[in-house]
């Protein structure tokens, strides 16, 4: 049973910067594809970064990249989204989400997401 629990958001300034973290367990680490998705008050969620674990593929939506970086450390069972330079409009919840298999040479979108965690708030002002 894969679960997976987010942590790291919180409520900053524009400009500032926050880690978000989130650790996958119940299940194999490798050989997946792991993202982030958001959802904003009143708006659909948005794929805006993945990677595929152990591999160095990495995608991100053009409304994040340059400012937010996915990571992983294996060992750890957990990936990461640095967010840098944020902005009052990247106030969202944050949710991470997997599915086995690799991800594709591109974006995923968030029906083919088969695992979710229960998300972390980001508010920018």
């Known amino acids: 049973h894969v679960q997976l629990v987010e942590s790291g958001g919180g409520s900053v300034q524009a400009g500032q910067s926050l880690r978000l973290s989130c650790k996958l367990s119940?299940?194999?680490?490798?050989?997946?594809?792991l993202g982030w998705v958001r959802q904003a008050p009143g708006k659909m969620r948005e794929t805006i970064a993945q990677?595929?674990?152990?591999?160095?593929?990495?995608f991100y939506s053009d409304s994040v990249k340059g400012r937010f970086t996915i990571s992983q450390v294996v060992a750890e069972r957990t990936i990461y989204l640095q967010l840098d330079s944020l902005k009052p409009e990247d106030s969202a919840m944050y949710y991470c989400?997997?599915?086995?298999?690799?991800?594709?040479?591109?974006?995923?979108?968030?029906?083919?997401?088969?695992?979710w965690g229960q998300g972390t708030q980001v508010t920018v002002s």
């Open positions: 119940g299940s194999h680490f490798d050989g997946r594809c």
């Open positions: 989400a997997t599915r086995s298999g690799f991800c594709p040479e591109r974006l995923m979108t968030i029906g083919e997401y088969f695992y």
């Open positions: 990677i595929n674990t152990g591999g160095r593929n990495t």
